[in-house]
């Protein structure tokens, strides 16, 4: 008995622990990227995922305390898979009382119509989900659409590109859709899957699966998401470096043309970032740049962020 108690006393300490951490995190992100502004009417997508549940609590406990004023409404697009439980976001949703709107739109058949049997369905899905995501905005008159990328998607998105692609390309923490009349906003951008995941676990969301259209997943995704996670474990803090990475770039140091005016340099330039630092010894610090301890809630806090004690 006292056993069972203990540890659904550690659980909930270890929960609020995570919380906050997300809490902070999300809170963070908003303020650098200035994501959400007074009187903002933000459209949180919910897709059923552990990312996007956590997303919508997390933004529903931040607006509690937020210094400036902002509405949430989640929408689901049911897009007609096979199988999806369409009853499971409204009951969680009402219950929680949030303002939603589920959007019905069959684009699995036009998928299954237009894509042949065993090639790839994710391009063409993901661009008509965008669509009409972006009608519901306009529709529902939401000035952000938010997504539940969470840090780690912005590092495989990384990767896939450099490895893939040929490009040094991210996931933007914020940017102006296609159409240039949305303002999408990434507000897990700093927080870690793994934390997510715990969080939904203790949360026991209910999560909806996510392969219902039968897709097979990204091989390439998957392999790089492979190859993060074996470096966080191999080498704690270099996930963390390598996002603090993509916050700190030296464009004089790339070899991106467009970026940087090589061509410019000449006898009399003035030195730049530091000149060339090639020959030297660069010290290597000890702990990796934006290495943080898994038990940092006492982290300090800054002050311009939105924040709750
Ligand atoms: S996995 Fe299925 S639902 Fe998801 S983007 Fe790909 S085709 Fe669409």
Redesign the pocket.
């Known amino acids: 008995m006292h056993q069972h108690q203990d540890n659904t006393k550690k659980e909930q300490y270890n929960l609020n622990k995570l919380q906050k951490r997300l809490r902070r995190n999300v809170g963070e992100a908003i303020a650098d990227y200035n994501m959400i502004e007074e009187g903002d009417r933000i459209m949180v997508c919910l897709s059923g995922g552990k990312d996007s549940y956590t997303m919508l609590e997390i933004l529903r406990n931040l607006q509690q305390s937020a210094p400036v004023s902002f509405s949430l409404v989640a929408v689901n697009l049911d897009?007609k898979?096979p199988g999806f439980p369409e009853h499971i976001l409204p009951e969680y949703l009402d219950k929680l009382g949030v303002e939603y709107k589920i959007v019905e739109e069959n684009?699995?058949a036009i998928?299954k119509d237009k894509i042949p049997e065993g090639k790839?369905?994710?391009?063409?899905?993901?661009r008509l989900?965008r669509g009409i995501l972006y009608r519901t905005a306009t529709e529902l008159g939401c000035t952000k659409i938010a997504l539940g990328h969470h840090r780690d998607d912005i590092l495989q998105t990384l990767f896939l590109n450099m490895f893939y692609g040929g490009k040094m390309k991210g996931m933007p923490p914020k940017l102006m859709s296609d159409d240039g009349k949305h303002i999408v906003i990434r507000p897990l951008a700093y927080c870690r899957e793994k934390d997510i995941e715990r969080f939904a676990i203790a949360r026991e969301y209910p999560i909806i699966p996510?392969?219902?259209?039968?897709?097979?997943?990204?091989l390439q995704r998957q392999v790089i998401g492979d190859m993060l996670r074996d470096w966080d474990k191999r080498y704690p803090g270099r996930i963390e470096t390598l996002f603090s990475a993509m916050q700190d770039i030296v464009p004089s140091h790339m070899a991106d043309t467009s970026l940087f005016d090589f061509k410019g340099i000449q006898h009399g330039s003035e030195v730049v970032d530091g000149g060339d630092l090639a020959f030297d010894r660069e010290p290597v610090p000890l702990r990796p740049a934006g290495w943080q301890p898994e038990d940092d809630e006492d982290a300090p806090v800054r002050l311009d962020v939105m924040q709750i004690r």
């Open positions: 897009q898979q684009t699995y998928v790839t369905t994710c391009s063409l899905c993901s989900r996510c392969n219902l259209c039968g897709s097979q997943p990204n």
